[in-house]
Structures are given as C-alpha cells and as structure tokens.
C-alpha cells in the first residue's frame, strides 16, 4: 500500500482535534502544511516498506495507521515517548545520531529526517554519515530544515540583528544551533556518500496561515513554565496579514528567499 496524501491527512486532522495539551495542539495546527509535504513527497517515491524517523513526532505513529503493513520505526534521545510509539506498533529506539547508532546497518529503505539538524549540538556531517549506514543501497533520506537565507533572516542581519534564536539555560533549552543554506545541505550530503534527487527551497513554512498562526515557545527562566507568543495576535493582526500576503508572495517569486528546505537524497 503506497501512502494517499488524503488518507494521512485527513487522519492527520482527527488526530489534532483529540490534542488535550495546548503546547502539542499548537504546535502541530502549525506545522502541518510540513508533515503534508514530506507525505506528498514519499508518495512520489518507490513505496518503502521499512521506515525510520528520527526525533519522535506524530508522523510516525501516523505513518503506522495510515499505511500498517509498513514497518515503522523511530529513534529518540530518551524513553519520553516510548509508550505512545509502541502502543501505535511502531518500533522505538534510544540513540544519538552523532554517535554509532543501535541500528540494522543497510537495512531502511527511508529515514525521515525532519527539522532536526538544525538542533545538533555536534558535526551534521557525523549524524549524516550514521544515518547512511542505516540506509539500504539505493535508500532515500527525506530531510527537511529551515533555510538560512530565507527573507526574514536578510532582514534582520541587515537591521544588525542576529538571525538565530537567543540561547537559553542549559537545563532545558534545545533550540537551533546552526541553520543552513540549501548549498550547504546539499554539499554535505554529497560529501557523505549522498546523491541529490531533488530538493531545494520549499513553500511549506511559507502560507498566510502559517505566519498567521505561528510564533514561538518560550520558558520563563524563573518559572520554568512554556508560553506560547503569536507573532501576530491582537492589534498586530492587520499587519500580520499584509506582512504574510506580501512575504508570501515574493516566496513564490523568489525560492532563494523560502522559509524551509526539502531535500531527497539518495544513498550512492
């Protein structure tokens, strides 16, 4: 059974309106339009029957319902959502991606690798090379990350501002530690016994709906509580919609300037 862009995302939808915690229901109304576009793209590609996510999300256990005869797996830092994957008969695993992985080698015929590189706290290039030796000969590495050239990012540097998120305490903060253009992704990749078989920048951070809605996660240092920020609610809402309108549209004029980056590599 090849995976429907229907069926995911309509399973998708029943999934978010079941969301009790607020972090978990924002979190994924925004990030949706991403999880669309990694099923739009394996729905263009040979049908893999043994799939691996790494960092553990909703997709995987959605993969597993949508498409059950598939075996499914994902890798995390920690046991936080070992019950959940299971209970959805997904296989869950215990690693560090920059470190030899507890892994089949040559044995996954698709790794999803979606906003997590961005993350690493160590060499991209170390996790790339692990991860391709988990691939079957001919396996694709479907990898999604936010692009380091995108407008706002210009913007802000040419403001004299840092593009990057501020760094919090190290008791919990995991935000990005390198972002990267699509070149640089692209060389790496190559570098690391990859071929490119399609990519570049991509739309999916880019919709109305998304600047509209979107915005970040911030924890109070004193408190420790998690708070979400709108980046445009209240009275900024009709400067939201232009800004969105506007930024949107020269996304699509100009792909250089795209939020994200979507990327399918193949294993040489």
């Known amino acids: 059974m090849h995976i429907q862009l229907d069926q995911f995302r309509?399973?998708?939808?029943?999934?978010?309106?079941?969301?009790?915690?607020?972090?978990?229901?924002?979190?994924?109304?925004?990030?949706?339009?991403?999880?669309?576009a990694l099923v739009e793209a394996m729905a263009q590609?040979?049908?893999?029957?043994?799939?691996?996510?790494i960092g553990t999300s909703r997709f995987s256990r959605q993969l597993k319902g949508v498409c059950p005869e598939?075996?499914?797996?994902?890798?995390?830092?920690d046991d936080t959502?070992?019950?959940?994957?299971?209970?959805?008969?997904?296989?869950?695993?215990?690693?560090?991606?920059?470190?030899?992985?507890?892994?089949?080698?040559?044995?996954?015929?698709?790794?999803?690798f979606s906003e997590v590189i961005e993350?690493?706290?160590?060499?991209?290039r170390l996790a790339l090379r692990h991860l391709r030796e988990c691939l079957t000969p001919g396996g694709r590495l479907l990898l999604t990350t936010p692009n380091m050239a995108r407008l706002i990012n210009r913007?802000?540097?040419?403001?004299?501002?840092?593009?990057m998120p501020e760094i919090g305490p190290p008791e919990w903060?995991?935000?990005?530690?390198?972002?990267?253009?699509?070149?640089?992704?692209?060389?790496?990749?190559?570098?690391?016994?990859?071929?490119?078989?399609?990519?570049?920048?991509?739309?999916y951070w880019d919709g109305i709906d998304f600047y509209m809605k979107s915005g970040p996660f911030d924890r109070d240092e004193a408190t420790g509580k998690l708070?979400?920020?709108?980046?445009?609610?209240?009275?900024?809402?009709?400067?939201?919609?232009?800004?969105?309108?506007?930024?949107?549209?020269?996304?699509?004029?100009?792909?250089s300037l795209r939020h994200g980056m979507l990327v399918v590599a193949l294993r040489s």
Request: no cysteine; charged share 20%.
């Open 10 to 36: 309509t399973r998708f939808d029943q999934d978010l309106k079941g969301d009790t915690e607020l972090h978990d229901r924002v979190y994924y109304m925004v990030t949706r339009p991403k999880f669309l």
């Open 45 to 53: 590609m040979p049908e893999p029957k043994k799939v691996l996510e």
């Open 70 to 77: 598939w075996e499914v797996h994902t890798l995390d830092l």
């Open 81 to 112: 959502h070992q019950g959940v994957s299971e209970g959805a008969g997904v296989q869950f695993h215990i690693g560090n991606i920059l470190s030899p992985l507890p892994l089949p080698q040559g044995y996954f015929d698709l790794i999803v």
């Open 119 to 124: 993350h690493l706290q160590g060499n991209p």
């Open 155 to 163: 913007v802000k540097s040419l403001l004299g501002r840092s593009p």
């Open 173 to 203: 903060w995991a935000g990005h530690m390198r972002e990267y253009t699509f070149g640089e992704i692209a060389n790496m990749l190559r570098r690391e016994g990859y071929s490119i078989e399609k990519g570049g920048p991509h739309m």
């Open 227 to 255: 708070v979400f920020h709108r980046r445009f609610g209240g009275w900024k809402m009709p400067i939201g919609l232009v800004y969105s309108f506007l930024t949107n549209r020269i996304a699509q004029w100009v792909p």
